[in-house]
């Protein structure tokens, strides 16, 4: 057991008044939870003035110059380099660019678990952009009560260093938070990804506790070590056998050394505080999931190279409700990053990079009426994949995707029903319909492979059009 019974206490108190004051505003709440999707992202950017201004700048590659270092737009032009679009939403690198009027929606979905300030930059920088974005989520943290109400422990000063694990389960911490209305929560987190798994019981036993434990290994493995403090169910004998028959190392917390456990401990009031901040919204089962969904996929400093603890514990990220918010070509998953190796490899494609100098064909979106593809000459490499391309006397900026090789074939009139998307290019001065500004698939691409076609990586899908060689259908299906 933890000793944090004191913990509990003002937990329990702050979950009764939660309870309370939160049930009205959770009604409100609720209706305007309705996620945000990337097509209403699509659609306001389009009404948005700022936003379809940095539209028209983007896509000619013409920025005026920007006097008013404090303006809004002077955000984007700093930017500009940065700037591309996937599915006709506007990116900052791997963000999406929100428009004024879902602003609020958006921060509120990214509060939705309560995470503190710190961590909901993070998941906004892996997900969303706009000008001042760090200081409104500092201000939604600081003036939101249930963030308030749950005010974090002082960290207990943690002097023992367990060595680093090198892997995921290799060392886990077990503890019990609770009770809380009558429920305890057995916490355990993987030292390495800092992934948590918290099982609600009604019991605590020795017995109680192998079965959750027997439940979670068989799952995911039986850890090397297991950190325990010395609660009477860590410290039975039937606990020792469980752990010795499966070779499992049990570390409990040395008599001289109570924060040894710190880990889980630490934890513990993590999870504490943050089902305490759901609880008026949500009834104890849906707050502890939305808990767990919010803290495994948002980045974690803890976590190696920062990632999320999905991402270091079972090697992809997870989709969340969030996902929404990004176009759907933009969400990579590992599973078919490794199909698309697999279809490189066996189609000998490359991936589109292009030389300083190189002569290529540019996406031309300043007339909705010629032909989309004009010579250009590389300039400059900017970015994994920006380029600045000379047209003629000016430079625009441009994503691979928006540009070809000009050796390559390119077929300019393509009959309707070869096309997965209907092709709108924008104009320079006015911000072009839903669908994606793209050219259509060259008629003479290659036979479908009979395997599923790849999905492209993060980068590479920032697709307004395709290369000969692959194939992809955005709306198909399989992709999603
Ligand atoms: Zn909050």
Not at 370 to 399: F, S
Request: glycine share 4%; aromatic share 8%.
């Amino acid at each position: 057991m933890s000793s944090n019974s004191h913990n509990n206490a003002l937990l329990k108190s702050l979950m009764q008044n939660m309870a309370i004051s939160g049930s009205r505003a959770g009604y409100t709440a609720k209706l305007e939870q309705l996620p945000v999707t990337a097509d209403m992202i699509r659609a306001e950017s389009k009404k948005d003035p700022l936003l379809s201004q940095v539209y028209k700048y983007t896509v000619s590659g013409l920025w005026p110059p920007i006097t008013d270092k404090s303006s809004q737009i002077s955000f984007f032009h700093n930017r500009r380099d940065q700037l591309s679009f996937v599915a006709d939403c506007i990116m900052f690198n791997d963000r999406i660019v929100i428009p004024s009027s879902l602003k609020a929606r958006v921060l509120k979905m990214i509060h939705r678990a309560h995470p503190g300030i710190v961590r909901m930059k993070q998941l906004a920088r892996s997900l969303v952009y706009w000008p001042s974005i760090d200081k409104d989520i500092e201000n939604m943290v600081r003036s939101c009560d249930q963030c308030a109400s749950v005010a974090k422990n002082p960290i207990k000063n943690t002097l023992c260093s367990w060595p680093i694990p090198t892997a995921p389960w290799q060392r886990v911490h077990a503890d019990y938070a609770g009770p809380l209305d009558g429920t305890y929560y057995l916490v355990v987190v993987d030292a390495f990804s800092k992934w948590p798994e918290v099982v609600p019981t009604t019991s605590i036993t020795t017995t109680a506790t192998i079965n959750i434990l027997r439940k979670m290994f068989a799952q995911f493995g039986d850890p090397e070590t297991l950190v325990t403090d010395n609660g009477t169910q860590f410290t039975s004998s039937v606990f020792e056998t469980f752990c010795k028959d499966r070779g499992i190392t049990h570390s409990r917390s040395p008599p001289f050394h109570p924060q040894s456990n710190g880990q889980a401990e630490r934890f513990v009031d993590t999870v504490k505080r943050s089902l305490g901040k759901l609880k008026g919204e949500e009834n104890a089962d849906t707050a502890l999931y939305v808990f767990l969904q919010s803290y495994r996929s948002t980045p974690c400093t803890a976590s190696p190279n920062g990632s999320t603890p999905a991402e270091n514990f079972i090697g992809r990220k997870i989709r969340t409700f969030l996902d929404q918010l990004l176009p759907k070509d933009q969400i990579p998953n590992s599973h078919d990053i490794e199909m698309e190796k697999q279809f490189n490899k066996q189609h000998g494609a490359r991936s589109r990079s292009y030389q300083v100098g190189e002569k290529v064909y540019v996406k031309d979106y300043r007339n909705i009426n010629t032909a989309t593809w004009i010579p250009g000459t590389i300039q400059k490499r900017i970015g994994q994949t920006l380029y600045r391309v000379t047209v003629n006397d000016t430079v625009w900026t441009r994503h691979a995707n928006q540009l070809r090789r000009r050796e390559a074939p390119i077929q300019f009139d393509v009959p309707l029903d070869t096309m997965d998307t209907i092709d709108v290019t924008p104009t320079a001065t006015q911000l072009p319909s839903s669908s994606t500004p793209s050219t259509p698939s060259p008629v003479n691409t290659p036979a479908k492979p009979k395997t599923p076609p790849p999905k492209q990586t993060r980068k590479s899908t920032r697709i307004t059009n395709q290369p000969p060689r692959f194939v992809m259908k955005p709306n198909q299906k399989s992709y999603h």
